[in-house]
């Protein structure tokens, strides 16, 4: 594994656009990314996880969304290597994911193409790249599945298309109960994958595997070479403070996942976070980075206190992914489109009392959301110590 970039900021835990009939909507993922980036200077993402609806969707959909991250992010439809016996997915010609197998070089494939004698119709080819102002630093993606042999599908998938990283969340229906349990099915996944950055997805009050991640990470190394850090979205700073602690040399990536609490795993050393506000909120959320960094703690107090206010008040009207989408779409003005079930879209009465709640709050900075927003609609410790704490936002 080739290092790079370490993983840190902020990521947004993306939310998958559908269609009002249910099916994904790809189409607006290039926009999407524009607006990350140019609007809410957030450069890193997170796909099909819990926001993304990720265990909802079918194999083909999680590919098809991967592949458009990739494609829209990084500003290359190119996907896999040229190397002999590669297997390319030929975008944009003749039907969406058309499989080419090829027995030559890949400069023969493409004099072939550019000759018309391949048999296909003139297109791009994954080869050529897309042009683009923007682009994303890192995009992971989640190929966590309760099937072995379906995460290890998709994990090969995410390494061919060229993906920044793949993350994996413990399965649990039939659940992992210990360490070496949980460590022997993320080996399986990771090794599907030996050249791309792996990182374990921890949400113990989804899950319900209640490993702790400090003693998951006691030799992980020795056992997953292409480990990289944790996605840790659970409320227990304890455990987050010790996997810090015993790990500086290591240098992993520990991005913390509960939005509402993020100043505090800043102050325990956590590198960044990923998460479902980051979104809408990354803007403001960036601005309490850096002046937590100043360090300026009064200052980013205000912006985890107010990002807090918002999150308090939807909480108790009831949200999750459905309310967030609802947001993400008045905010933005880029159309999320429904949940699938069986999550329900959210109200006409949670979107109008969203929508004035984040109009309301008056930001350090002196901005306000109502100058933000795009559209009125919605639609859319030590070895033993760990416990299981719950937050009603745990890092979606």
Same mark, same amino acid.
Request: aromatic content about 8%.
């Given at each position: ?15 998958? @656009? ?6 994904? %909507?790809?189409?607006?993922?290039? $926009? ?24 909802? &969707? ?17 500003? %290359? ?5 040229? *190397? ?15 499989? #080419? ?18 048999? !296909? ?24 599945? =309760?099937? &072995? ?15 920044? *990283? ?20 993320? $080996? ?7 050249? #791309? ?37 659970? +409320? ?18 520990? =991005?913390?996942?509960?939005?509402? $609490?993020?100043?505090?795993? =800043?102050?325990? /050393?956590?590198?960044?976070?990923? *998460?479902? +506000?980051? %979104?809408?909120?990354?803007?403001? +959320?960036?601005?309490? &980075? ?23 008040? #939807? ?21 999320? /489109?429904? @949940?699938? =079930?069986? !999550? ?26 109502? &100058? ?6 919605? *639609? ?17």
């Amino acid at each position: 594994m080739t290092p790079g970039k370490k993983l840190q900021g902020l990521v947004a835990a993306t939310i998958t @656009p559908m269609t009002p009939d249910g099916q994904i %909507n790809l189409s607006v993922i290039r $926009q999407y990314v524009d607006y990350l980036v140019s609007e809410q200077n957030v450069k890193n993402v997170f796909v099909n996880g819990t926001t993304g609806e990720g265990l909802s &969707l079918n194999i083909q959909e999680r590919k098809q969304l991967a592949e458009e991250w990739v494609c829209q992010g990084k500003d %290359n439809c190119y996907v896999g290597e040229c *190397g002999e016996e590669e297997v390319f997915w030929v975008r944009r010609i003749v039907s969406r994911n058309k499989l #080419v197998r090829r027995l030559t070089v890949c400069m023969d494939i493409k004099e072939k193409h550019r000759n018309g004698t391949d048999g !296909l119709e003139p297109g791009r080819f994954p080869w050529q790249e897309q042009t683009s102002s923007q682009r994303l630093d890192h995009v992971i993606i989640h190929v966590g599945a =309760l099937s &072995l042999p379906e995460s290890q599908e998709l994990a090969r998938h995410a390494a061919a298309i060229g993906a920044s *990283g793949i993350a994996v969340i413990a399965p649990f229906f039939f659940k992992p109960t210990n360490k070496d349990e949980l460590i022997a099915f993320l $080996q399986q996944v990771a090794s599907e994958a030996p050249a #791309v950055p792996f990182y374990y997805y921890h949400i113990p009050p989804l899950t319900g595997v209640k490993v702790c991640v400090e003693e998951l990470l006691d030799g992980i190394k020795e056992q997953i070479p292409t480990f990289q850090g944790v996605k840790f979205s659970d +409320t227990d700073l304890l455990d987050l403070a010790q996997c810090i602690n015993k790990n500086e040399r290591e240098q992993f990536a520990f =991005l913390y996942g509960v939005d509402e $609490q993020l100043l505090s795993a =800043l102050a325990i /050393g956590a590198d960044g976070a990923v *998460g479902s +506000t980051y %979104n809408y909120l990354g803007q403001k +959320t960036n601005l309490m &980075l850096q002046a937590f960094a100043k360090p300026d703690l009064a200052l980013a107090r205000k912006y985890q206190f107010l990002t807090g206010e918002f999150l308090n008040f #939807v909480i108790k009207l009831g949200f999750g992914v459905a309310q967030t989408k609802a947001v993400m779409t008045f905010v933005s003005g880029i159309p999320m /489109g429904p @949940p699938r =079930l069986p !999550l329900v879209d959210a109200s006409e009465d949670f979107i109008v009392k969203a929508k004035a709640k984040l109009d309301s709050i008056v930001w350090p900075d002196g901005d306000s959301c109502s &100058l933000l927003c795009r559209s009125g609609s919605g *639609g859319s410790s030590s070895g033993s110590h760990c416990h299981s704490s719950h937050s009603p936002h745990d890092g979606l």
